[in-house]
């Protein structure tokens, strides 16, 4: 499963969107808590984004490349 390059970029690619709707999501919900929500919705939309771009960098490395392409 994991050695197929189009599984694997499927996979991070999903996994990014995920990573996308949570950070929204708990952003959020981080804005309308009462405690310093601004301080607290930035750190969780940095942490967000971080793995979202990373597991577009992923997908990105895992997907094939022109020279393994056939035709």
């Known amino acids: 499963m994991f050695s197929d390059p189009h599984t694997v970029a499927k996979l991070h690619g999903l996994l990014a969107g995920l990573w996308f709707v949570l950070a929204l999501a708990t952003t ?5 808590a009462p405690d310093n929500p601004f301080l607290l919705a930035w750190v969780i939309f940095m942490s967000g984004y971080a793995n979202c771009a990373a597991h577009l960098a992923a997908r990105a490395g895992a997907g094939p490349s022109e020279e393994s392409s056939d035709g």
């Not at 959020?28 to 309308?32: M, S």
Request: no cysteine; charged share 0%.
């Open 28 to 32: 959020g919900f981080a804005i309308y």
